[in-house]
């Protein structure tokens, strides 16, 4: 299986860090936008670039806060919600259900591309996975029960390598 592997930490500044995704996943963003021809507004942007940089799930609320934090005027939830439904329309975020949060997309994956989400129930980290064994599956399931399917996102909870057991 092909799994990429998000970095989920603040840049520690020493030689070997790893770097904030921050500038890799505005790059990937910014080059879908010109490419497609969608305007990243201001608003648009700094919502992504919030999720980038925090490089976790946030909850619209929490995006609330940082927009307020950062501006210094608190915005309406229907403006947050309006820039995230954009984002995720152009697959330049993803909405993990379960957790009714959303976290920023630095890999630029087709609409279509099947995501799993491996999820730690201790430590909170997120891996973005993708299957050719999965994308295969889904597509012959789909494809049996005449669907078409809109999104293909799944999430799998437990605990990472990371964290021990109990």
């Not at 010109?34 to 670039?49: A, Y």
């Not at 608190?74 to 954009?86: G, H, N, T, V």
């Not at 994956?109 to 129930?121: G, K, N, Q, S, T």
């Amino acid at each position: 299986m092909n799994v990429s592997r998000e970095t989920r930490r603040e840049p520690i500044g020493r030689a070997g860090q790893p770097e904030s995704p921050t500038k890799d996943t505005l790059a990937v963003a910014l080059a879908l936008c010109r490419r497609d021809k969608i305007s990243l507004t201001p608003g648009r942007r700094r919502i992504l670039e919030i999720l980038a940089r925090e490089g976790r799930p946030l909850g619209a609320y929490d995006l609330i806060d940082r927009v307020a934090n950062e501006t210094g005027k608190r915005p309406a939830p229907i403006s947050i919600y309006r820039a995230l439904d954009f984002l995720l329309e152009h697959s330049l975020v993803h909405r993990l259900a379960s957790r009714n949060a959303y976290l920023a997309c630095g890999h630029g994956h087709a609409a279509r591309e099947p995501i799993v989400f491996l999820i730690c129930d201790v430590c909170g980290e997120v891996v973005e996975a993708t299957s050719p064994a999965i994308r295969g599956a889904l597509g012959d399931l789909a494809a049996e029960a005449k669907f078409s399917p809109r999104a293909q996102v799944m999430e799998l909870a437990g605990r990472c390598q990371a964290c021990p057991a109990d």
